[in-house]
């Protein structure tokens, strides 16, 4: 018993040695990017035999507005605005409302697309629908404009990779959290609530003997089982979950908490045949804001 304790010492101080450089010449954490555009801006009107009105729209600011304009307008003539939306950045965004910019509320009726709630994954497109009325107090062949406005938000809590979390750990248990992006005492309700509801990891006794195990769970050696990889990318995972930086973010259609069930389940059940595409699915999902 006494060899095999020290060689758990010996194991583990050598990935606290080699988690060591890599901190001290570096990780490459990618910057999140919110990146949100109208990408498509199209109009039509209620004329069929008479044209005497027109309506057109561009993009404008960047990408983040849409102008439309109504030339030669007359009372109960009206306008439509087809627009899409496209998540050009490297995170979820959630919407909130477009802002309309009406100077001429007395004259125009404008109603769009209710978005609110609507989430947008990297690189997904929403279709939305702007319609303007002129009213009876509308000048005859009068000239109006207005303004749609993006109202996106960017999910600044996003996923954070494995690497992140060995760095939180490495920092808590040997620089006397020196640098540390989350705290101590944090990283151990994290800990706490994750024994509490998983079937797989178990972290007791003190404070340093959590964090010595999430490390090397989180840093396995080298080479290592498939095993190995899903635990410490599953760990991620569930660090992230408990963290509140899974809401609004799915791979292939799955959210954080489906993903982590199954691969629990894989290794209870050692599905051996599953360990690699669930621990492909925890890594895509902690590195889902890497671009």
Not at 243 to 268: F, H, M, P, R
Request: glycine share 8%; with cysteine.
């Amino acid at each position: 018993m006494k060899k095999l304790t020290v060689a758990m010492i010996i194991i583990i101080a050598i990935g606290l040695v080699s988690y060591g450089y890599a901190c001290a010449t570096g990780i490459n954490i990618k910057t999140s990017i919110c990146a949100v555009k109208f990408i498509k801006a199209m109009t039509s009107d209620n004329e069929v035999s008479n044209d005497f009105a027109h309506v057109s729209a561009q993009i404008i600011d960047c990408g983040q507005a849409i102008e439309m304009t109504m030339t030669n307008g007359y009372p109960h003539y009206e306008a439509y605005l087809n627009y899409a939306i496209q998540n050009k950045g490297t995170v979820p965004i959630q919407s909130t409302s477009l802002a309309i910019t009406n100077p001429n509320p007395e004259a125009l009726k404008v109603t769009s697309t209710d978005h609110g709630g609507t989430w947008l994954q990297l690189g997904q497109t929403v279709q939305g629908t702007t319609n303007v009325t002129l009213l009876e107090t509308a000048q005859q062949g009068g000239y109006y404009a207005f303004k749609v406005q993006i109202g996106f938000a960017c999910n600044i809590n996003h996923p954070r990779s494995k690497g992140f979390w060995q760095q939180e750990f490495y920092k808590a248990l040997c620089e006397a959290g020196e640098g540390q992006a989350i705290l101590a005492s944090t990283l151990e309700t994290y800990l706490n609530q994750i024994t509490a509801v998983s079937q797989v990891f178990r972290f007791t006794g003190t404070r340093q003997s959590k964090f010595t195990l999430a490390f090397s769970i989180l840093k396995p050696s080298n080479p290592s089982s498939m095993e190995a990889k899903l635990k410490a990318q599953l760990l991620a995972l569930w660090l992230n979950y408990v963290a509140g930086w899974t809401s609004g973010y799915s791979i292939d259609g799955k959210t954080a908490q489906q993903i982590i069930v199954g691969s629990e389940n894989a290794l209870i059940h050692h599905q051996t045949s599953q360990y690699e595409y669930r621990k492909d699915l925890c890594d895509r999902f902690n590195n889902i804001c890497e671009g």
